[in-house]
């Protein structure tokens, strides 16, 4: 199955100029759905992690799934005020301004290997931002994992020193 054909792409959204890849379309699509989930599910295999952390929202629905299905762990990245535990945050500068991201100041220990997957690799800053708040927490980042990369906008070379995968690439 060509997983790219279900993508919708929707030109000028949020603003002139961008092309915005609309995974609805594909998530609406219980095969391709299952698809994309059973290869990121091959991406993992033979990598040795012990949770899977993803920044909201979109990120949830890969993570999740692929936590159920590889018997780990998942731990949600959220907006400031979102979680109701006590946080820890990594605020980081947009094209725009600021943004900030939290994570449960107990969501993973010291010591444990760590798969961050999303949905979208754009230019890597909320993974990036999602890689801190884990090692601040003293937790391995082992890999890094995308549905869909966006090339051209060379997020890849943000996480360099990290070990990147992604399904598809535009």
Excluded at 64 to 93: D, M, Q, S, W
Excluded at 106 to 130: C, F, H, P, R
Excluded at 149 to 163: A, H, P, Q, S, V
């Amino acid at each position: 199955m060509n997983l790219k054909d279900k993508i919708r792409v929707i030109e000028d959204f949020p603003k002139e100029g961008i092309s915005f890849k609309d995974i609805t379309t594909l998530l609406q699509d219980g095969k391709a759905y299952k698809e994309a989930i059973d290869l990121c599910i091959k991406e993992l295999e033979g990598k040795e992690f012990d949770i899977i952390v993803a920044p909201e929202a979109r990120g949830f629905l890969v993570g999740a799934p692929l936590a159920y299905a590889t018997n780990k762990g998942f731990v949600p990245v959220r907006k400031p005020g979102k979680l109701p535990y006590e946080t820890i945050k990594y605020e980081y500068e947009l094209e725009y301004g600021m943004d900030a991201l939290e994570i449960h100041k107990d969501a993973v220990k010291s010591g444990q290997k760590v798969i961050i997957v999303d949905d979208l690799l754009a230019t890597g800053g909320t993974t990036l931002s999602t890689i801190k708040l884990v090692e601040k927490l003293g937790a391995e980042v082992v890999g890094v994992l995308f549905l869909i990369e966006l090339t051209f906008l060379d997020g890849r070379n943000t996480l360099k020193d990290y070990n990147v995968m992604s399904l598809i690439k535009y």
